[in-house]
């Protein structure tokens, strides 16, 4: 299996402030790469697709970069609805994996 | 509209087995296989498996193997996964999915004696 590594597990952050989440994967996805955002007891949300393609209604202030092992979600700048918890997940093989999640808190 | 509406939560003792079903509309159900994710109390998604609603073919999380069975009912649209002889920690939410971008609501499975 595939597995994803994400850091940091939590962040806290300000309204306003940039904010970078990493995952690895322990070998080459290409660019199959999805990132999620999810609030609590919601089911999670594809914030990414493709490891850069911005998801319809998604705002532009999040977006998404990387190839191969290494993938950045960055948010430019941090709004209230953006505290949740965040997941990358890997879906280069129907055995989807995912990171353990980034957790940010104000 | 792509809606995927999952079964209501489930309270089961340990050893029983629990089936819940996620009823695909909006899209034809066969051209699209179904994923089986669940996330414990507090902890991050998990992989259980996926189903070719086409085919019936099966992929399960080795996690799962000889516990989980996944099938599909094209007539209805509708997906189900069963988990048998269950333990207090497979108390999770059980999430199933067409693609990364379209979930069901979740069904909460409690194990507790």
């Known amino acids: 299996d595939i597995q994803m590594t994400q850091s940091p597990s939590s962040l806290s952050a300000s309204v306003g402030d940039r904010v970078s989440i990493t995952c690895r994967a322990s070998?080459?996805?290409?660019?199959?790469l999805n990132w999620y955002q999810q609030k609590l007891g919601k089911a999670p949300k594809l914030q990414i697709s493709?490891?850069?393609t911005l998801q319809s209604g998604v705002p532009s202030r999040f977006s998404g970069s990387g190839s191969g092992t290494d993938f950045t979600l960055t948010i430019s700048s941090l709004q209230p609805e953006d505290f949740a918890t965040y997941y990358c997940?890997?879906?280069?093989?129907?055995?989807?994996?995912f990171g353990q999640g980034t957790k940010v808190e104000i | 509209q792509v809606q995927l509406v999952q079964s209501g939560a489930e309270v089961k003792k340990p050893g029983a087995s629990v089936k819940v079903s996620c009823k695909g509309s909006?899209?034809?159900?066969?051209?699209?296989?179904i994923t089986w994710v669940r996330q414990a109390p507090g902890q991050g998604l998990e992989w259980m498996g996926w189903?070719?609603?086409?085919?019936?073919?099966?992929d399960y999380a080795q996690k799962f193997q000889g516990r989980v069975n996944m099938t599909t009912d094209t007539s209805t649209s509708t997906a189900y996964m069963e988990l048998r002889s269950l333990r207090p920690d497979d108390t999770a939410v059980y999430y199933c999915?067409?693609?990364?971008?379209?979930w069901g609501q979740g069904t909460l499975v409690a194990v507790s004696s």
């Open positions: 493709a490891a850069s």
């Open positions: 999915a067409r693609t990364p971008r379209d």
């Open positions: 997940q890997q879906n280069y093989t129907t055995a989807w994996t």
């Open positions: 070998q080459s996805i290409s660019s199959s």
């Open positions: 909006g899209y034809t159900f066969t051209t699209y296989g």
């Open positions: 189903i070719s609603a086409s085919s019936g073919n099966t």
